[in-house]
């Protein structure tokens, strides 16, 4: 049996709010609009980024959404050039991913991020050799679609009920149980615990030992 665990990364391996928050400002600035209302922001964080424009300019011409999401992309590209992105892994995060590989667990990333976003985040913090599978925005519909997990448990060989979810946002709850994977929960991201359960969550961690003891009991 391949037990697999699947993280998503920006509010639950790193903390990169900072970073969303000043290129989405930038990104809206360029385009001479409003900037949005920080706390939206970081409620669709987790979403593909044209989805997330989509959400946070919704009276905006198709052309200029096209146009903010790609000044993000752009800022957060130049902000990591020239060494100013900050996106720190949370504490213990670091030593729970190299236990579980350590045990035998498969582990895979499912993100938001790009292709590029991802491999610059996990190459800055030593971590992509653990990981089998990298599954992103570039590749896949949006969460909470299903494709990403169900893309993982292909590469990783393991089925619905031998694999974990584990996120901070109801997008990652809704993709776990539309792959009918378990939905872990943590609370140091960018949803409430209350969202996490309302959204299907099995098991919500509020710090990182709640999280690694759910993991060890996970059959």
Partial sequence: MTKLAVFDCDGTLVDGQA????????????????????SEVR?????????????????AKHHQ???????????????????????PLYDGIAELLRDLHAKGWSLAVATGKSDRGLAACLTGHGLTDLFVSLQTADRHPSKPHPAMLEAALFEAGAQPADAVMIGDTSFDMQMASAARVRAVGVSWGYHSPDDLTATGADFVAHTMGDLREELDRFA
């Fill in 43 to 59: 409620r669709l964080v987790g979403l593909s980024l044209p989805v997330a424009i989509r959400e946070l300019a919704p009276e």
């Fill in 65 to 87: 959404q096209v146009e903010i999401t790609e000044n993000y992309k752009t800022a957060f590209r130049k902000r990591r050039e020239e060494g100013l992105l900050h996106e």
């Fill in 19 to 38: 970073d969303v928050l000043w290129a989405m400002n930038r990104a809206f600035e360029l385009a001479q609009m409003p900037s949005p209302d920080p």
